[in-house]
């Protein structure tokens, strides 16, 4: 989800979905340690619960940015094991890891023995062509040994060779059963699923046999069904009189807010919400105004009255 859930999208979801687990953007150790901390790391309170990513496969720069999340007030870091792009592939962390799994497990010490924050990985269950269960069964049990306890599992081999990350996400058969193959192997640990989850019955389903569920993407594209989801996660709607409208004025005063303390432009806000009218009548309008260039320098009170009056089918008149 890299350039996808940045600090505002991050707050944008929480509005709907007040008790999920949020996850940054990875983050490299690279960018940590010779780049804009506060940049990288800076967060609203509004967040909690938040995890820090981070892309990376030396354990002493892992240690040394796993600091700096407990420093800033991360709730959890989170080791990736599971992109499979070339541009991280190129810098040996990634999905490339489980080839290297007591080099993931060194990493994963390194870190537990320099902050009292849970350390967690997520990976795919294979890489390449290699389908044989024993292969992620090992994985996570050398992992284990560095103190992990927790597994994000994306239920996917990743391909390093021939696909882009978009094809991996769409070409390697999803096995959520190899997940749930994992959780009887090792009880006393928690294993999350990830990957083609959405729809309410195969969610419960899952729910039934794992510990939890992470929605990545389709929260992205369609987030008024975070709702939907923790609820059904939790048990009961979190925040029953919650509407879109009211979702879209808090991001307004967000906006507004941003401004003034950074001088965030709203289009670098709005660009996340695209997907909050996903299904209502005239949501397309309301998009094109949201993410028009030519408007920047109105205030976003002002934007989101000529949204809605656009999604309405009237004319915006001028303020």
Not at 33 to 39: C, E, I, K, S, Y
Not at 69 to 78: F, K, L, P
Not at 169 to 197: Q, Y
């Amino acid at each position: 989800m890299m350039d996808w859930t940045d600090r505002h999208c991050r707050y944008f979801h929480r509005l709907i979905a007040p008790r999920a687990r949020l996850y940054t953007e990875m983050i490299t150790t690279g960018a940590l340690l010779h780049g804009d901390v506060p940049r990288h790391l800076d967060f609203d309170a509004a967040e909690h619960p938040l995890a820090l990513q981070l892309g990376g496969s030396e354990p002493a720069e892992l240690a040394q940015c796993a600091k700096l999340a407990q420093r800033w007030g991360y709730d959890e870091v989170n080791l990736n094991c599971g992109c499979p792009s070339p541009r991280v592939q190129r810098g040996a962390f990634g999905a490339c890891l489980m080839a290297e799994p007591m080099l993931v497990r060194d990493c994963v010490t390194a870190m537990r023995d320099a902050v009292t924050l849970p350390v967690t990985v997520k990976h795919r269950i294979g890489i390449d062509r290699i389908d044989d269960y024993g292969f992620v069964r090992d994985f996570v049990g050398t992992v284990g040994e560095g103190g992990c306890s927790v597994f994000i599992v994306h239920a996917r081999n990743a391909w390093l060779d021939g696909l882009s990350p978009k094809r991996n996400r769409e070409v390697p058969p999803l096995r959520p059963e190899t997940v749930a193959h994992l959780k009887r192997d090792f009880p006393c640990w928690t294993f999350v699923l990830n990957g083609g989850l959405g729809e309410p019955a195969p969610l419960l389903a899952e729910l039934e046999r794992v510990d939890g569920v992470m929605i990545g993407r389709a929260a992205y594209h369609d987030p008024w069904r975070l709702r939907e989801w923790e609820a059904l996660a939790f048990g009961s709607p979190s925040a029953p009189g919650l509407t879109r409208d009211g979702v879209e004025q808090a991001m307004v005063r967000y906006m507004v807010e941003q401004h003034a303390r950074h001088g965030t432009s709203w289009l670098a806000v709005a660009r996340h919400m695209m997907g909050l009218r996903l299904g209502e009548p005239g949501a397309r309008r309301w998009r094109q105004v949201w993410s028009d260039h030519k408007l920047n320098r109105l205030a976003p009170a002002e934007v989101m009255r000529r949204a809605r009056a656009a999604m309405s089918g009237l004319e915006p008149q001028p303020a």
